[in-house]
Structure formats: structure tokens, C-alpha cells
Antibody
Framework: QVQLVESGGGVVQPGGSLRLSCVAS????????MHWVRQAPGKGLEWVAV????????YYADSVKGRLTISRDNSKNTLYLEMNSLTAEDTAIYYC???????????????WGQGTLVTVSS | QSVLTQPPSVSGAPGQRVTISCTGS?????????VHWYQQVPGSAPKLLTY???NRPSGVPERFSVSKSDTSASLAITGLQAEDEADYFC???????????FGGGTKLTVL
């Protein structure tokens, strides 16, 4: 069955960096686009970024452009989110989710991981 | 503030029917982009509930249905059950932002 397992969350100081990982299994990872979505404590879902199946196209929410970078290693079935210049507003649970297709940024997210918590605090 | 607007909360008694609206604009729902719905039980990850005009993933009951008109969409839940108590989020794509978007979410309480 499809499984997505995030890791790498933790406590980081303002201005710091962190790299999240999401290991996929149960499907052909290289055939699907992948998203990151976050959820601040007690708040709604915020779409963060998407990367196409081959890693050649990436799109970001305005709130994270220039600070967060999505990438993937299809040989390791792993999705990444490199996070820099973090602020308190980046505190959230970060979910990775599978896109419905390989190169569609407009579609639905059919499988989600359980998330990893990032806390930005001094 | 979300580009897609949902009511913060709705409620209904067991067996009743409730609807949750998702209001967008001409650059997202009104532009013809599909609306998708997710259910999130407290403490759990979101789960895809419906996708596109009228599709449900395997295992989602027919009690959940969707509709779309102009710049808005709705999720209807009939025969309300206690297990339906959760947060519900709509999602679509916005061409002016070139980004996928979620509604602010609606908390459903089963009385």
C-alpha cells in the first residue's frame, strides 16, 4: 500500500535551517508529482510547494518563495524540503502528499503522510 | 485570509443533512479548475474525500457528494453520523497566484 513517512522536524532557532525528508513506498515514486503542505497549530492547511515527477518543475506559495526549496531523489524514493531563514510563522506540521499525476500542479493530493512538526523558537 | 472561503463551523444532528460551502473567484473555481475536498479528524493527517466534479476514492460512502456552480462549490453530507465529526477543507488551483490553494476549513460538529 502507499506509504509516505516524513522525518527531520524539530526545534530550530529563528533564522535557522532544517531539511525535511519524505520516504515513499508502495508505488512508483518516479511517476508522480509530490507536494508539501503545512498546518500551523490549530490552523488550516497551507499549500507550500509541488515538484513534478522528474524534478524539472517546481512551484511555491508566495509565503515561502526564496526560503524553502523542494527537491526529490527518485533513486531513493525520497522527497525533500530544504528550509532556510526560518521564522516563527513557519512553525507547523509539514505533510508530504502525492499528486494525482506526474506533471499536474492543479490536481488533488491522494495520499498523505502523517507529518513532521517544525517549531521555530528561541 | 484564504482565497477560498469556507464557513468556520457547521453542525447537525445524526441522520440530518449538512452542506459546507467553498467560495472562490474567477481565477480559481470560476476559471474551471476542479474543487477537491479533504476530511481531517483531529490528530490525524488529512484524507482525500472527493475529487473533481463527482468522484470519491474507494471506501468513501455515497453519503458524501459535491456540487459546483460559477465561483463556488459545496460538499453535502447526508445521513450524518458521529464519525463524520471532523474538519473539512476544499482545495483548488488559482491561476493568478499560480498556486494550489486550500480553503480555511470548516469544523463539523455532530450534535
Amino acid at each position: 500500500q502507499v506509504q509516505l513517512v516524513e522525518s527531520g522536524g524539530g526545534v530550530v532557532q529563528p533564522g535557522g535551517s532544517l531539511r525535511l525528508s519524505c520516504v515513499a513506498s508502495g508505488f512508483s515514486f518516479r511517476g508522480y508529482g509530490m507536494h508539501w503542505v503545512r498546518q500551523a497549530p490549530g490552523k488550516g492547511l497551507e499549500w507550500v510547494a509541488v515538484i513534478w515527477y522528474d524534478g524539472n518543475n517546481e512551484y511555491y506559495a508566495d509565503s515561502v518563495k526564496g526560503r524553502l526549496t523542494i527537491s526529490r531523489d527518485n533513486s531513493k524514493n525520497t522527497l525533500y524540503l530544504e528550509m532556510n531563514s526560518l521564522t516563527a510563522e513557519d512553525t507547523a506540521i509539514y505533510y508530504c502528499a502525492r499528486a494525482q499525476a506526474g506533471q499536474d500542479s492543479t490536481g488533488y493530493l491522494d495520499y498523505w503522510g502523517q507529518g513532521t512538526l517544525v517549531t521555530v523558537s528561541s | 485570509q484564504s482565497v477560498l472561503t469556507q464557513p468556520p463551523s457547521v453542525s447537525g444532528a445524526p441522520g440530518q443533512r449538512v452542506t459546507i460551502s467553498c467560495t472562490g473567484s474567477s481565477s480559481n473555481i470560476g476559471a474551471g479548475y476542479d474543487v477537491h475536498w479533504y476530511q481531517q479528524v483531529p490528530g490525524s493527517a488529512p484524507k482525500l474525500l472527493t475529487y473533481g466534479p463527482s468522484n470519491r476514492p474507494s471506501g468513501v460512502p455515497e453519503r458524501f457528494s459535491v456540487s459546483k456552480s460559477d465561483t463556488s462549490a459545496s460538499l453535502a453530507i447526508t445521513g450524518l453520523q458521529a464519525e463524520d465529526e471532523a474538519d473539512y477543507f476544499c482545495q483548488s488551483y488559482d491561476s493568478s497566484l499560480s498556486a494550489s490553494m486550500f480553503g480555511g476549513g470548516t469544523k463539523l460538529t455532530v450534535l
